[in-house]
């Protein structure tokens, strides 16, 4: 649930930040089983591309209303980090061509994924 999401937020932070460098969000999608290789997910079960990512991360951080010189500075905070997530499963529904009951089934897919995920018992200790 939200508690378990906002723990594993916390581990990929680590302990001298509140918010989310580009690397860490990689790394957090990859360690979670989100990330594929390639532009577009890489093809497989892969929930967003490698390079797609990186787009992902500045797109999500200037909605936000974060200056694109200031987004390697500034770091995704929970809320940011939260509609990341909601983008990634928007966009896999998309290419399904799902509607509404696939974006909900789609979210609670990828929350499952990061609830099995190595960081949330690492969140634990």
Not at 104 to 116: K, N, P, Q, T
Request: proline share 1%.
């Amino acid at each position: 649930g939200a508690a378990g999401l906002a723990r594993v937020f916390r581990v990929c932070c680590g302990v001298r930040s509140r918010k989310l460098s580009q690397t860490r969000f990689s790394s957090l999608l990859e360690k979670c089983g989100l990330l594929g290789r390639g532009a577009a997910g890489g093809g497989g079960d892969a929930w967003v591309g490698a390079r797609e990512v990186d787009l992902l991360y500045v797109q999500v951080l200037a909605r936000s209303g974060v200056a694109l010189d200031d987004i390697n500075a500034s770091g995704m905070a929970f809320a940011d980090f939260s509609d990341a997530l909601v983008e990634i499963a928007q966009r896999r529904v998309a290419k399904s061509g799902g509607g509404a009951e696939a974006l909900v089934g789609a979210l609670e897919e990828l929350l499952a994924l990061i609830a099995r995920s190595p960081l949330v018992a690492q969140g634990e200790e």
